[in-house]
């Protein structure tokens, strides 16, 4: 692990089952209503509300956090049960657009009295098979006749990603041990009211 420890091969396996346990909602709405999602939900006014929502509950959750002790302050004391609600959370950010994955679940883990590190860090990992399930969902979708040039830029594109979201995910996890997520929060509300007033300028001219 980061700080050069010996982890038991058990504890890495018994934390992936975590992660497929709360994987496993939000896979299943995304297959049924994958669709219907695109179709309907997929506009700047959903976006923009879900966007200020989410801030909104943050900014709640750190609140109501504030004088109270976690209770889960490491990736082995999660139990299944809490990844299944973490997992159910992540549910919300597959319907509804401008949610975003990682805020709802970070939001359902500080609810249930994970700590904001511990809260991160499984989101990060739950992030690896619910991003690669949507990529292969899509690309199902509208197939694989890819060129050789289109297979190298895809392949490029990810590279890159992945680099970027390692560098990502180290300076959040440094940024969470002094920090709390209300500046996320504001940031997510002032973002949806750009957006909003952006789309209901746009649909009165």
């Given at each position: 692990?980061?700080?050069g420890?010996?982890?038991?091969?058990?504890?890495?396996?018994?934390?992936?089952?975590?992660?497929?346990?709360?994987?496993?909602p939000?896979?299943?709405i995304?297959?049924l209503?994958?669709?219907?999602?695109?179709?309907?939900?997929?506009?700047?006014?959903?976006?923009a509300?879900?966007l200020?929502?989410?801030?909104v509950?943050?900014?709640?959750?750190?609140?109501?956090n504030k004088?109270?002790r976690?209770?889960?302050?490491?990736?082995?004391?999660?139990s299944?049960?809490?990844?299944l609600?973490?997992?159910?959370?992540q549910?919300?950010?597959?319907?509804?657009?401008?949610?975003?994955?990682?805020?709802?679940?970070?939001?359902g883990?500080?609810m249930?009295?994970?700590?904001?590190?511990v809260?991160?860090?499984f989101?990060?990992?739950?992030a690896?098979?619910?991003?690669?399930g949507?990529?292969?969902l899509k690309?199902?979708?509208?197939g694989?006749s890819?060129?050789?040039?289109e297979f190298?830029?895809?392949?490029?594109?990810?590279i890159?990603a992945?680099?970027?979201?390692?560098?990502?995910?180290?300076?959040l996890?440094?940024?969470?041990?002094k920090?709390?997520?209300?500046?996320?929060g504001w940031?997510?509300?002032?973002?949806?009211?750009?957006?909003l007033v952006?789309?209901m300028?746009?649909?009165?001219?």
């Open positions: 692990n980061k700080e420890k010996y982890v038991p091969v058990k504890s890495i396996w018994i934390l992936w089952s975590k992660i497929l346990v709360a994987t496993i939000a896979a299943v995304g297959l209503l994958d669709d219907w999602i695109d179709a309907h939900l997929y506009n700047g006014f959903v976006v509300i879900m200020i929502l989410v801030g509950a943050f900014i709640y959750v750190e609140n109501r004088d109270m976690p209770s889960v302050n490491s990736l082995a004391a999660l299944y049960k809490d990844a609600i973490i997992g159910l959370f549910v919300v950010a597959a319907i509804l657009p401008g949610t975003s994955r990682s805020g709802a679940t970070i939001i883990g500080l249930i009295g994970v700590s904001r590190a809260a991160a860090e989101t990060f990992f739950l690896i098979p619910v991003m690669f949507a990529s292969l690309l199902v979708k509208f694989f890819f060129s050789l040039l190298f830029i895809l392949a490029f594109g990810m890159v992945f680099v970027v979201s390692i560098f990502v995910i180290r300076f996890m440094s940024y969470i041990k920090h709390d997520f209300k500046v996320f940031y997510r509300i002032v973002l949806g009211i750009i957006v952006f789309f300028v746009r649909a009165i001219f």
